[in-house]
């Protein structure tokens, strides 16, 4: 491709300026190779004839495309030159206010003298972790990417600040600090940061001073290390100072200032620390008002100086040294008023003896006045023989004073700097550091001194430096890449340098001219024109001997040789040295001792006297020049940043009048060829500047390709074959491994292709709708002229026959002959007219008949091809149909025949269980009839009993009578007449008793007749029911062979009636096995009752049923039986209770009277000791073992009252021996016989009731039974008619999911039964240690020899199973338990242990835990366990800080802890909602307030670490899910590249960031929301944490928006909007709408919608306006700068229409805040929420290891 190709027609050119150095014009007509002019038409369309030439004048330079126009870096732009890069700072400082851009490897920062907001802690987390390249060009973008460097290369790094004085270099580099301070905060308390940035308003105090051109500007240089630990954490700091610009301590400028310090003490002298001073305004002394002007715009001096001082006592220098510094400061202001007289001879002069400010000078300093008024005005002349003290001009005196001052001042100022760096410094091992470099720029000025050539001369190593390092970078990218690397030819400056530092350079004739006696800067000049006159960068000026030119790599530079030999010198009179380290102050004697002099020893006895005087040797620091020094340094600097890997800063200053965005073109164009920017651009153009990756190139360049290429799975081939066929050189461009590298205006080439595509065919579609919409009109117009023209026809033809008719009347006068002529002619007119209109209807017809006939059979051809297709396509179908349906059936046929097979089976096996359950009814008739019989025979007993009784008593009446007459006492036969009334009384109440109970059992007896008769109907009823669905499956089961769905139906109907049935005959053999487990119980009773002499030991009969396999059935079940005894022995049992516990307590007394009496008995002691604690383990199990005792002593009782009866009846055989022996029976006998009879009565009653209490249990078990059988055919029932009026595919799957149903629920049920085994096999367990432990006891007891009151020896264990009771939703635990119990329900908790449980059941189980803790009103132990609740759960979250379950886990456990200690407190405020049982459960003894305030704090603490937790998951995908994944696919467009990521800006080893879609961020977000609401975590408080995480979205998606221009387009604010939609969806989906959560996504989505509206009118301003209400000004502002067209086609926002809405906006009155914090928390609310679970129903899993809690 030829370059004259690029000339031609509409492109558009840059041409030379005077005025603004550059300027745009565009070509009006194609350039040909060889012409002289190019013919150019200006912006203001005035034409221009520009010449051209091959030598003379060559082509103009090209300008980019406007869609590359405002790019973020330089190097990105197609063509690279010095106008393409003035112009786009220009645009992007101007249009988009944006002071950075990147130019490669260098940020280029241009001063807007305005404050800007782009500085805070939000922009500092925005850009932190970054790339570079990724976000906008920003200082922080480079200090992150040192950061990032230094961390992943383990090497260290530099970034070098430079510009002019007032480009911002300063407040660039405290940026940078304050990034590093932020980022990299000391993990310790020191608070290292803290004091890094505190060294700043220090230096800026002693280092900074208002210029013509700055109002703080630095006048020395610096580099400053920040020292990092291994863990990257700032770990100290050190400064280095380079060429302090002492002159302005004694001299200043128009309009300029000395250094800041003066001017703050002179502002705060006032002040009673600094009154001393005497100090008054800085007008009144000489150092401070040479320019004349003192104050600054904007700036208070004295809260600058409060700011100095807070700096200083943050850095450790006390007050003490910060007066002798603030003395030393005003000493030199003092200084400088001290006024020298000279003398009349001109050759001396004088101080006068009342010069105040010399005594003030003397007094800070502590100074001997008369030496210091004699030495200021004389200095002493040493010779090898002789000293001579000579008088000095008053001219010399001054100048010997000024220096004095520069030499204390430059002395104080490394004092400050070594107590800094001494403050800065640390003790751990500094592992790597950062340094910052804010050194001056490239300085030239109408008079150039020596400190501009000590600056130009480090800028030369500087741009050397940095010269080589982009070199190395550009290598390092091809090598990379692996393309042919060609040397590129760069500027090399070491010829400069050396002209200046080699030796018989510039710098070494200087030190030796002034080795020189009476060297002057005359002769060193002529010096340099004779040494350097050959040289190419050293020129003599024409018109000046005292002058030279160096040719820097920036510009000439002509250099003044006046006063070079004096700054180098650096000339101070060791005579008025001398006199200040006599100082009484030790810190000014400090001050102007050299380092190499060595202190004075204190442990010298010897003095050592030279034996001659001789000569003092000069000073080392006095020899040494100010070059030497400064070379010494700079060479010293470059080795440091050598050694480092450099990052570059260039500030720019706009302008000179600091006026705010404001750009004077001449002054960027002279700055930017000073600080090598150009360079970079030269050398990045030399290569191969635009780089592009393939995938990127292939999306941008598709519609260049052939739709063949498109579909070409290579996509870096498809490339390199475009690339061939539009490129012809094949220099222009190379492959890389990953991109594609141009040359320098190829892309530009690329665009015009592409546009030109475009173009031509905008031009197609424009050329086909605009023929159409003319062929249209013209349609339109012709049918008009025609229905016009027949209009007007008609309206002639009518006109013409009236005429006729009118004339007809005069015609029929005229002749016949003319009547004929005319009506014939008329006549063919008219044929002529009604056969032009037939035919022409017939012509109108006949087309309409054919456009009909058209339409018809194309519509019979499109009906027949599709009835075709359909056809074939149902055919198809239908035979895969039939094929599947084959197979199927075939399966489902081999499924029902084995289905059939097991029906034949189970129907046998159900004809045998009908046939056992009449058996059954007929074995539950013979029941009644022998309990009748038992019954019967009771009576008979009963009956015998009384006959017994009534002889006895007749015997008794016969002996009362024989009694009687033998002793005739009157008195005591009549009571014994009344006993006996009294007895047969009672006996005919027991006959009364005895009736109503026979009536009564007789009533019963008739109910269970009938009530068996209805059970044998019942059971008639099932029957007929099953045989009816029998029948009804056998139906179905014929009717299968005709329609295979209903087969498949009935055998899926089938399979479930086998599986009921199966459960059916289950439940039968489980009522068959209980039934006669019943009937074994009842002959157990019956035996033990009526057959005294043979029974069962109820030990062996507990551990019996302790042993069987059906755990259902307990001692319990028998003790129901004997409530009744159970009752009338109650208090009996309970006063056998006091009994023991009186003897219990008796026996305490005793052994310890006798441990008392006997003391010196030490086994006597022990014994007693070993008896305490038993009986204190005893004592520990008797409320466990109460019922268990009170079971036992109601079998005993019973057996004894059977032992009673069985004597009574032994004692009544014995009476009738007793008649017949005639032996005398007195009134005892009697009523002993009474009493037994009391007690049979009772034991008959007991009886009975037991009976009925049987037989009405045995009701209601059958009733029962009979109930959930109906139940289950009924749910059968409906299911099956559910299942047949569903669907094949649906009853498959009906029956599936019942199915799984069933599985689940008998899991369920077995899962209950294997805790209750568990449970079961603990307490026996349990029961087992007890008794064991009372065993060891007993043994122990009987060893010691407490015989007497030893428990009787147990000839078994005896296992008695306690009894259910109600349990009270209490836990009782040891006090040695509690540190278990904080490990296993806290410290070793997982959370997934408990999630098929009660939600937040440890904080459940620890309130149940503090509930019995109140209830016995332990406060030690309360306090305890809720103490080590919170140290527990804080020990847990500290040690899992990153885990977002155990943290949701415990934030939901301890909000619930804390509403139960609300629920359960008392308070009628939290009692509102309880039940009557949650009442019960309040706590009783203590107020828990204060710990209700310390689990809400807790709670708040464990939110926020959970917030903390989320949103440091999800930070990371945010940008990439809401901003750069593509949610609506092939919507993004590609615009071309812009920053080119360095080799080391992007992380290669991990193969790149990460990328998150929309669809992880949601689920991510899903995933939190389902922990917390699994683990029961309160609706609110998860609504306010997707509330607080909706927020972080928003924020660092708005943030990141705000600081990425390559976001700011159309087609990115609909993925924008189209990502928030989805993002409300979900909230919608999970009901968190209502949440506020949505509203913290309005700014964002504002954001989308702005980007999508249209930006040009005054209207589309105000709907903006009206639309962008949770925007502020800024944002809006910003968005609209930033925002990119993706192509040509798009337009950019004008600078006008911004304008525009920034007046529209300043009502607004919008804070100045461009970020969102991100850090911002909304305040969190836990609201009250009760539990409505009852503690007493709450089950803890045994799973959870918790055997040493007692439910109580």
Same mark, same amino acid.
């Given at each position: 491709?030829?370059?004259?190709?690029?000339?031609?027609?509409?492109?558009?050119?840059?041409?030379?300026?005077?005025?603004?150095?550059?300027?745009?014009?565009?070509?009006?007509?194609?350039?040909?190779?060889?012409?002289?002019?190019?013919?150019?038409?200006?912006?203001?369309?005035?034409?221009?004839?520009?010449?051209?030439?091959?030598?003379?004048?060559?082509?103009?330079?090209?300008?980019?495309?406007?869609?590359?126009?405002?790019?973020?870096?330089?190097?990105?732009?197609?063509?690279?030159?010095?106008?393409?890069?003035?112009?786009?700072?220009?645009?992007?400082?101007?249009?988009?206010?944006?002071?950075?851009?990147?130019?490669?490897?260098?940020?280029?920062?241009?001063?807007?003298?305005?404050?800007?907001?782009?500085?805070?802690?939000?922009?500092?987390?925005?850009?932190?972790?970054?790339?570079?390249?990724?976000?906008?060009?920003?200082? /922080?973008?480079?200090?992150?990417?040192?950061?990032?460097?230094?961390?992943?290369?383990?090497?260290?790094?530099?970034?070098?600040?430079?510009?002019?004085?007032?480009?911002?270099?300063?407040?660039?580099?405290?940026?940078?600090?304050?990034?590093?301070?932020?980022?990299?905060?000391?993990?310790?308390?020191?608070?290292?940061?803290?004091?890094?940035?505190?060294?700043?308003?220090?230096?800026?105090?002693?280092?900074?001073?208002?210029?013509?051109?700055?109002?703080?500007?630095?006048?020395?240089?610096?580099?400053?290390?920040?020292?990092?630990?291994?863990?990257?954490?700032?770990?100290?700091?050190?400064?280095?100072?380079?060429?302090?610009?002492?002159?302005?301590?004694?001299?200043?400028?128009?309009?300029?200032?000395?250094?800041?310090? /003066?001017?703050?003490?002179?502002?705060?002298?006032?002040?009673?620390?600094?009154?001393?001073?005497?100090?008054?305004?800085?007008?009144?002394?000489?150092?401070?008002?040479?320019?004349?002007?003192?104050?600054?715009?904007?700036?208070?001096?004295?809260?600058?100086?409060?700011?100095?001082?807070?700096?200083?006592?943050?850095?450790?220098?006390?007050?003490?040294?910060?007066?002798?510094?603030?003395?030393?400061?005003?000493?030199?202001?003092?200084?400088?008023?001290?006024?020298?007289?000279?003398?009349?001879?001109?050759?001396?002069?004088?101080?006068?003896?009342?010069?105040?400010?010399?005594?003030?000078?003397?007094?800070?300093?502590?100074?001997?006045?008369?030496?210091?008024?004699?030495?200021?005005?004389?200095?002493?002349?040493?010779?090898?023989?002789?000293?001579?003290?000579?008088?000095?001009?008053?001219?010399?005196?001054?100048?010997?004073?000024?220096?004095?001052?520069?030499?204390?001042?430059?002395?104080?100022?490394?004092?400050?700097?070594?107590?800094?760096?001494?403050?800065?410094?640390?003790?751990?091992?500094?592992?790597?550091?950062?340094?910052?470099?804010?050194?001056?720029?490239?300085?030239?000025?109408?008079?150039?001194?020596?400190?501009?050539?000590?600056?130009?001369?480090?800028?030369?190593?500087?741009?050397?430096?940095?010269?080589?390092?982009?070199?190395?970078?550009?290598?390092?990218?091809?090598?990379?890449?692996?393309?042919?690397?060609?040397?590129?030819?760069?500027?090399?400056?070491?010829?400069?340098?050396?002209?200046?530092?080699?030796?018989?350079?510039?710098?070494?004739?200087?030190?030796?001219?002034?080795?020189?006696?009476?060297?002057?800067?005359?002769?060193?000049?002529?010096?340099?024109?004779?040494?350097?006159?050959?040289?190419?960068?050293?020129?003599?000026?024409?018109?000046?001997?005292?002058?030279?030119?160096?040719?820097?790599?920036?510009?000439?530079?002509?250099?003044?040789?006046?006063?070079?030999?004096?700054?180098?010198?650096?000339?101070?009179?060791?005579?008025?040295?001398?006199?200040?380290?006599?100082?009484?102050?030790?810190?000014?004697?400090?001050?102007?001792?050299?380092?190499?002099?060595?202190?004075?020893?204190?442990?010298?006895?010897?003095?050592?006297?030279?034996?001659?005087?001789?000569?003092?040797?000069?000073?080392?620091?006095?020899?040494?020049?100010?070059?030497?020094?400064?070379?010494?340094?700079?060479?010293?600097?470059?080795?440091?940043?050598?050694?480092?890997?450099?990052?570059?800063?260039?500030?720019?200053?706009?302008?000179?009048?600091?006026?705010?965005?404001?750009?004077?073109?001449?002054?960027?164009?002279?700055?930017?060829?000073?600080?090598?920017?150009?360079?970079?651009?030269?050398?990045?153009?030399?290569?191969?500047?635009?780089?592009?990756?393939?995938?990127?190139?292939?999306?941008?360049?598709?519609?260049?390709?052939?739709?063949?290429?498109?579909?070409?799975?290579?996509?870096?081939?498809?490339?390199?074959?475009?690339?061939?066929?539009?490129?012809?050189?094949?220099?222009?461009?190379?492959?890389?491994?990953?991109?594609?590298?141009?040359?320098?205006?190829?892309?530009?080439?690329?665009?015009?292709?592409?546009?030109?595509?475009?173009?031509?065919?905008?031009?197609?579609?424009?050329?086909?709708?605009?023929?159409?919409?003319?062929?249209?009109?013209?349609?339109?117009?012709?049918?008009?002229?025609?229905?016009?023209?027949?209009?007007?026809?008609?309206?002639?033809?009518?006109?013409?026959?009236?005429?006729?008719?009118?004339?007809?009347?005069?015609?029929?006068?005229?002749?016949?002959?003319?009547?004929?002529?005319?009506?014939?002619?008329?006549?063919?007119?008219?044929?002529?007219?009604?056969?032009?209109?037939?035919?022409?209807?017939?012509? /109108?017809?006949?087309?309409?008949?054919?456009?009909?006939?058209?339409?018809?059979?194309?519509?019979?051809?499109?009906?027949?091809?599709?009835?075709?297709?359909?056809?074939?396509?149902?055919?198809?179908?239908?035979?895969?149909?039939?094929?599947?349906?084959?197979?199927?059936?075939?399966?489902?046929? =081999?499924?029902?025949?084995?289905?059939?097979?097991?029906?034949?089976?189970?129907?046998?096996?159900?004809?045998?269980?009908?046939?056992?359950?009449?058996?059954?009814?007929?074995?539950?008739?013979?029941?009644?009839?022998?309990?009748?019989?038992?019954?019967?025979?009771?009576?008979?007993?009963?009956?015998?009993?009384?006959?017994?009784?009534?002889?006895?008593?007749?015997?008794?009446?016969?002996?009362?009578?024989?009694?009687?007459?033998?002793?005739?006492?009157?008195?005591?036969?009549?009571?014994?007449?009344?006993?006996?009334?009294?007895?047969?009384?009672?006996?005919?109440?027991?006959?009364?008793?005895?009736?109503?109970?026979?009536?009564?059992?007789?009533?019963?007896?008739?109910?269970?007749?009938?009530?068996?008769?209805?059970?044998?109907?019942?059971?008639?009823?099932?029957?007929?029911?099953?045989?009816?669905?029998?029948?009804?499956?056998?139906?179905?089961?014929?009717?299968?062979?005709?329609?295979?769905?209903?087969?498949?139906?009935?055998?899926?109907?089938?399979?479930?009636?086998?599986?009921?049935?199966?459960?059916?005959?289950?439940?039968?053999?489980?009522?068959?096995?209980?039934?006669?487990?019943?009937?074994?119980?009842?002959?157990?009773?019956?035996l033990t009752k009526f057959h005294p002499g043979h029974r069962r030991n109820p030990s062996n009969q507990s551990s019996l049923e302790s042993d069987s396999n059906y755990p259902s059935v307990s001692t319990s079940e028998v003790g129901d039986t004997e409530d009744s005894v159970q009752l009338v022995e109650r208090q009996e049992l309970e006063s056998e209770n006091k009994k023991l516990k009186n003897d219990l307590n008796e026996l305490r007394k005793t052994i310890a009277e006798r441990a008392s009496q006997n003391s010196s008995s030490n086994e006597l002691q022990d014994s007693y000791n070993l008896l305490i604690s038993q009986l204190k383990a005893a004592n520990e199990e008797l409320d466990a073992r109460k019922e268990e005792v009170l079971i036992l002593r109601t079998q005993i009782v019973s057996t004894a009252q059977l032992q009673?009866?069985?004597?009574?009846?032994?004692?009544?055989?014995?009476?009738?021996?007793?008649?017949?022996?005639?032996?005398?029976?007195?009134?005892?006998?009697?009523?002993?016989?009474?009493?037994?009879?009391?007690?049979?009565?009772?034991?008959?009653?007991?009886?009975?009731?037991?009976?009925?209490?049987?037989?009405?249990?045995?009701?209601?078990?059958?009733?029962?039974?009979?109930?959930?059988?109906?139940?289950?055919?009924?749910?059968?029932?409906?299911?099956?008619?559910?299942?047949?009026?569903?669907?094949?595919?649906?009853?498959?799957?009906?029956?599936?999911?019942?199915?799984?149903?069933?599985?689940?629920?008998?899991?369920?049920?077995?899962?209950?039964?294997?805790? =209750?085994?568990?449970?079961?096999?603990?307490?026996?367990?349990?029961?087992?240690?007890?008794?064991?432990?009372?065993?060891?006891?007993?043994?122990?007891?009987?060893?010691?020899?407490?015989?007497?009151?030893?428990?009787?020896?147990?000839?078994?264990?005896?296992?008695?199973?306690?009894?259910?009771?109600?349990?009270?939703?209490?836990?009782?635990?040891?006090?040695?338990?509690?540190?278990?119990?904080? =490990?296993?329900?806290?410290?070793?908790? =997982?959370?997934?242990?408990?999630?098929?449980?009660?939600?937040?059941?440890?904080?459940?189980?620890?309130?149940?835990?503090?509930?019995?803790?109140?209830?016995?009103?332990?406060?030690?132990?309360?306090?305890?366990?809720?103490?080590?609740?919170?140290?527990?759960?804080?020990?847990?979250?500290?040690?899992?800080?990153?885990?977002?379950?155990?943290?949701?886990?415990?934030?939901?456990?301890?909000?619930?802890?804390?509403?139960?200690?609300?629920?359960?407190?008392?308070?009628?405020?939290?009692?509102?909602?309880?039940?009557?049982?949650?009442?019960?459960?309040?706590?009783?003894?203590?107020?828990?307030?204060?710990?209700?305030?310390?689990?809400?704090?807790?709670?708040?603490?464990?939110?926020?670490?959970?917030?903390?937790?989320?949103?440091?998951?999800?930070?990371?995908?945010?940008?990439?899910?809401?901003?750069?994944?593509?949610?609506?696919?092939?919507?993004?467009?590609?615009?071309?590249?812009?920053?080119?990521?360095?080799?080391?800006?992007?992380?290669?080893?991990?193969?790149?960031?990460?990328?998150?879609?929309?669809?992880?961020?949601?689920?991510?977000?899903?995933?939190?929301?389902?922990?917390?609401?699994?683990?029961?975590?309160?609706?609110?408080?998860?609504?306010?944490?997707?509330?607080?995480?909706?927020?972080?979205?928003?924020?660092?998606?708005?943030?990141?928006?705000?600081?990425?221009?390559?976001?700011?387009?159309?087609?990115?604010?609909?993925?924008?909007?189209?990502?928030?939609?989805?993002?409300?969806?979900?909230?919608?989906?999970?009901?968190?709408?209502?949440?506020?959560?949505?509203?913290?996504?309005?700014?964002?989505?504002?954001?989308?919608?702005?980007?999508?509206?249209?930006?040009?009118?005054?209207?589309?301003?105000?709907?903006?306006?009206?639309?962008?209400?949770?925007?502020?000004?800024?944002?809006?502002?910003?968005?609209?700068?930033?925002?990119?067209?993706?192509?040509?086609?798009?337009?950019?926002?004008?600078?006008?229409?911004?304008?525009?809405?920034?007046?529209?906006?300043?009502?607004?009155?919008?804070?100045?805040?461009l970020l969102v914090d991100t850090k911002h928390t909304f305040p969190v609310l836990f609201p009250y929420t009760p539990s409505a679970l009852s503690l007493e129903t709450l089950h803890i899993p045994a799973s959870l290891g918790l055997d040493f809690l007692i439910r109580v």
């Amino acid at each position: 491709m030829s370059v004259y190709e690029l000339y031609t027609k509409f492109t558009r050119v840059w041409i030379p300026d005077p005025e603004d150095v550059w300027k745009a014009a565009e070509i009006i007509r194609d350039f040909k190779e060889g012409e002289s002019l190019l013919h150019l038409k200006l912006e203001d369309e005035t034409p221009l004839e520009y010449p051209v030439g091959p030598k003379s004048n060559p082509l103009p330079f090209l300008r980019n495309p406007d869609i590359l126009v405002g790019e973020n870096d330089l190097t990105a732009l197609s063509y690279l030159h010095e106008p393409a890069v003035l112009h786009n700072l220009k645009v992007r400082f101007l249009e988009s206010n944006n002071i950075y851009t990147y130019c490669g490897i260098v940020l280029v920062a241009i001063n807007p003298y305005e404050q800007l907001q782009i500085y805070g802690e939000e922009v500092i987390n925005a850009y932190s972790g970054q790339n570079m390249g990724d976000m906008d060009p920003h200082i /922080f973008a480079v200090a992150e990417e040192a950061y990032k460097q230094m961390a992943r290369d383990e090497r260290n790094q530099s970034i070098i600040v430079s510009g002019e004085s007032g480009a911002g270099k300063t407040v660039s580099a405290k940026y940078a600090m304050r990034f590093f301070a932020t980022v990299g905060g000391s993990s310790t308390e020191t608070n290292v940061e803290e004091k890094v940035l505190a060294s700043s308003p220090i230096m800026e105090a002693i280092g900074n001073a208002k210029t013509t051109r700055n109002d703080n500007s630095s006048r020395f240089g610096k580099y400053i290390q920040i020292g990092f630990s291994r863990h990257y954490h700032i770990i100290g700091a050190n400064m280095r100072t380079y060429l302090l610009e002492k002159s302005r301590v004694v001299f200043q400028a128009e309009d300029e200032r000395n250094y800041h310090i /003066f001017y703050q003490l002179c502002a705060s002298a006032s002040l009673p620390e600094l009154r001393d001073l005497s100090l008054t305004s800085a007008e009144d002394f000489t150092y401070t008002s040479l320019g004349e002007n003192i104050f600054i715009e904007g700036v208070n001096d004295a809260e600058d100086f409060k700011k100095t001082r807070e700096a200083f006592t943050l850095l450790g220098i006390k007050d003490s040294s910060q007066s002798n510094i603030f003395k030393i400061m005003a000493s030199i202001l003092h200084l400088g008023n001290v006024a020298i007289c000279p003398e009349r001879d001109g050759e001396s002069c004088h101080i006068s003896r009342d010069d105040l400010h010399l005594k003030h000078f003397c007094r800070l300093l502590g100074l001997e006045l008369q030496q210091m008024e004699h030495w200021l005005c004389h200095r002493k002349l040493v010779t090898a023989s002789e000293t001579y003290v000579k008088t000095m001009s008053s001219k010399q005196a001054a100048n010997a004073r000024d220096a004095l001052a520069k030499h204390i001042y430059a002395r104080m100022f490394d004092w400050i700097v070594e107590h800094i760096n001494m403050a800065l410094q640390t003790s751990s091992k500094q592992h790597s550091f950062i340094g910052v470099l804010d050194i001056y720029g490239f300085e030239t000025f109408e008079v150039n001194s020596f400190e501009q050539f000590c600056i130009n001369y480090a800028n030369e190593k500087l741009q050397q430096q940095f010269n080589s390092h982009v070199f190395k970078l550009e290598q390092e990218e091809y090598m990379k890449e692996q393309i042919p690397w060609t040397l590129i030819d760069f500027y090399d400056n070491q010829p400069c340098i050396d002209l200046i530092e080699a030796r018989l350079g510039v710098l070494d004739l200087l030190d030796e001219e002034c080795k020189v006696p009476k060297g002057t800067d005359q002769n060193w000049a002529q010096k340099l024109y004779k040494q350097h006159s050959s040289s190419a960068h050293f020129q003599k000026p024409r018109m000046s001997n005292t002058s030279f030119i160096i040719i820097h790599f920036a510009d000439k530079v002509e250099y003044q040789c006046e006063g070079f030999l004096e700054k180098n010198r650096d000339t101070v009179y060791e005579e008025q040295i001398n006199i200040l380290k006599a100082s009484q102050f030790q810190l000014v004697a400090d001050l102007f001792h050299e380092k190499d002099d060595a202190p004075p020893s204190k442990t010298s006895r010897v003095n050592v006297r030279a034996a001659k005087s001789t000569p003092k040797a000069p000073n080392k620091e006095h020899r040494k020049t100010v070059g030497h020094q400064f070379r010494s340094s700079l060479h010293l600097l470059m080795e440091t940043l050598n050694a480092t890997t450099p990052h570059y800063v260039r500030c720019i200053k706009p302008n000179d009048y600091k006026e705010a965005f404001s750009f004077d073109s001449r002054r960027a164009v002279q700055q930017l060829r000073a600080c090598g920017v150009l360079e970079t651009i030269r050398i990045s153009a030399a290569g191969y500047p635009s780089r592009w990756t393939y995938p990127d190139f292939f999306s941008r360049y598709r519609v260049l390709m052939q739709k063949s290429d498109m579909m070409s799975a290579d996509k870096k081939l498809v490339c390199k074959n475009l690339l061939e066929i539009l490129i012809k050189e094949p220099d222009m461009f190379q492959f890389g491994r990953t991109k594609i590298f141009f040359r320098a205006g190829q892309v530009a080439y690329l665009e015009k292709l592409r546009a030109d595509k475009f173009r031509a065919a905008c031009i197609k579609i424009q050329k086909t709708v605009r023929g159409w919409l003319q062929r249209v009109r013209y349609r339109k117009i012709r049918k008009s002229a025609v229905t016009l023209q027949r209009y007007g026809r008609g309206y002639l033809a009518r006109r013409y026959a009236e005429y006729l008719r009118l004339t007809r009347a005069a015609l029929l006068c005229q002749k016949q002959y003319r009547m004929v002529r005319v009506r014939r002619a008329y006549l063919r007119v008219r044929q002529a007219v009604v056969t032009i209109q037939a035919y022409t209807r017939g012509m /109108f017809t006949r087309r309409i008949y054919w456009e009909f006939l058209l339409h018809h059979k194309a519509m019979i051809i499109q009906k027949s091809v599709r009835s075709w297709l359909q056809r074939k396509k149902f055919r198809r179908a239908r035979n895969a149909a039939v094929v599947i349906q084959c197979a199927y059936r075939r399966m489902r046929a =081999k499924r029902q025949l084995k289905q059939l097979k097991i029906e034949a089976r189970s129907a046998e096996h159900l004809k045998k269980l009908n046939t056992g359950m009449e058996n059954k009814i007929v074995q539950l008739q013979r029941k009644m009839d022998d309990q009748s019989k038992e019954y019967k025979a009771h009576n008979e007993q009963l009956l015998m009993a009384n006959s017994s009784l009534g002889s006895e008593v007749n015997k008794l009446q016969k002996e009362l009578e024989q009694i009687r007459g033998q002793q005739g006492e009157g008195g005591q036969l009549t009571s014994l007449q009344d006993e006996l009334e009294r007895l047969r009384e009672e006996l005919q109440e027991a006959y009364a008793e005895r009736k109503r109970l026979e009536e009564e059992h007789s009533t019963e007896k008739l109910g269970l007749k009938q009530r068996v008769k209805e059970l044998e109907r019942e059971n008639s009823l099932l029957k007929s029911e099953k045989e009816e669905m029998n029948q009804r499956i056998l139906q179905q089961s014929k009717s299968a062979a005709e329609d295979s769905s209903v087969s498949q139906r009935e055998g899926t109907l089938q399979t479930e009636l086998d599986g009921e049935r199966q459960r059916y005959q289950n439940l039968l053999r489980e009522f068959s096995r209980l039934e006669q487990r019943c009937d074994n119980l009842k002959e157990e009773l019956s035996l033990t009752k009526f057959h005294p002499g043979h029974r069962r030991n109820p030990s062996n009969q507990s551990s019996l049923e302790s042993d069987s396999n059906y755990p259902s059935v307990s001692t319990s079940e028998v003790g129901d039986t004997e409530d009744s005894v159970q009752l009338v022995e109650r208090q009996e049992l309970e006063s056998e209770n006091k009994k023991l516990k009186n003897d219990l307590n008796e026996l305490r007394k005793t052994i310890a009277e006798r441990a008392s009496q006997n003391s010196s008995s030490n086994e006597l002691q022990d014994s007693y000791n070993l008896l305490i604690s038993q009986l204190k383990a005893a004592n520990e199990e008797l409320d466990a073992r109460k019922e268990e005792v009170l079971i036992l002593r109601t079998q005993i009782v019973s057996t004894a009252q059977l032992q009673e009866k069985n004597e009574h009846i032994q004692e009544s055989k014995k009476i009738p021996e007793l008649n017949n022996s005639k032996e005398p029976v007195d009134k005892e006998e009697a009523l002993e016989a009474y009493h037994g009879l009391c007690e049979s009565k009772r034991l008959l009653e007991a009886q009975l009731q037991s009976q009925s209490r049987q037989h009405k249990d045995e009701l209601e078990a059958l009733n029962t039974q009979i109930e959930l059988l109906k139940a289950d055919i009924e749910k059968k029932q409906e299911i099956l008619n559910h299942t047949m009026s569903l669907s094949p595919e649906a009853q498959v799957e009906y029956s599936v999911q019942q199915e799984i149903t069933r599985l689940t629920n008998d899991n369920l049920d077995l899962k209950e039964l294997v805790e =209750k085994l568990e449970k079961n096999e603990r307490k026996l367990k349990k029961q087992l240690r007890i008794y064991m432990k009372k065993v060891q006891e007993l043994e122990a007891s009987q060893a010691a020899g407490l015989t007497s009151r030893s428990k009787p020896e147990l000839s078994r264990q005896v296992t008695v199973q306690r009894k259910e009771k109600d349990f009270e939703g209490m836990l009782e635990y040891y006090k040695d338990d509690e540190a278990l119990l904080v =490990k296993t329900l806290i410290t070793d908790f =997982k959370p997934n242990t408990v999630t098929a449980t009660v939600p937040c059941l440890p904080a459940y189980i620890l309130f149940m835990c503090i509930r019995h803790a109140d209830y016995i009103n332990d406060d030690q132990k309360v306090e305890s366990l809720l103490t080590s609740t919170i140290n527990g759960i804080k020990k847990v979250l500290k040690k899992n800080n990153d885990d977002f379950e155990v943290t949701s886990f415990w934030l939901a456990n301890s909000s619930r802890l804390l509403h139960c200690l609300k629920q359960y407190s008392g308070d009628e405020v939290f009692m509102t909602q309880n039940t009557a049982k949650q009442n019960e459960h309040c706590l009783k003894n203590f107020d828990l307030a204060e710990y209700r305030q310390v689990l809400s704090d807790l709670s708040i603490q464990i939110y926020q670490q959970l917030i903390k937790v989320a949103e440091g998951i999800i930070q990371p995908m945010i940008v990439s899910a809401m901003l750069e994944s593509e949610s609506i696919p092939s919507l993004a467009g590609v615009k071309p590249m812009g920053y080119r990521n360095r080799s080391s800006s992007m992380d290669t080893d991990g193969g790149g960031p990460s990328s998150y879609t929309l669809e992880a961020l949601i689920r991510q977000l899903g995933q939190f929301h389902g922990i917390m609401r699994d683990q029961g975590l309160d609706p609110e408080i998860v609504g306010q944490v997707v509330r607080q995480l909706f927020h972080c979205v928003n924020a660092v998606t708005l943030n990141n928006l705000l600081l990425r221009k390559d976001v700011c387009s159309w087609s990115n604010g609909m993925q924008l909007r189209y990502n928030t939609s989805q993002m409300e969806e979900w909230l919608r989906g999970n009901n968190l709408y209502q949440s506020k959560a949505a509203a913290t996504l309005e700014p964002i989505i504002q954001a989308a919608q702005l980007l999508q509206v249209k930006k040009k009118t005054s209207q589309d301003a105000e709907a903006i306006c009206s639309l962008c209400t949770a925007l502020n000004t800024q944002q809006i502002v910003k968005i609209l700068n930033l925002y990119t067209p993706l192509n040509e086609f798009e337009e950019r926002v004008t600078v006008s229409f911004i304008r525009n809405i920034q007046n529209r906006l300043q009502e607004r009155n919008d804070p100045p805040q461009l970020l969102v914090d991100t850090k911002h928390t909304f305040p969190v609310l836990f609201p009250y929420t009760p539990s409505a679970l009852s503690l007493e129903t709450l089950h803890i899993p045994a799973s959870l290891g918790l055997d040493f809690l007692i439910r109580v």
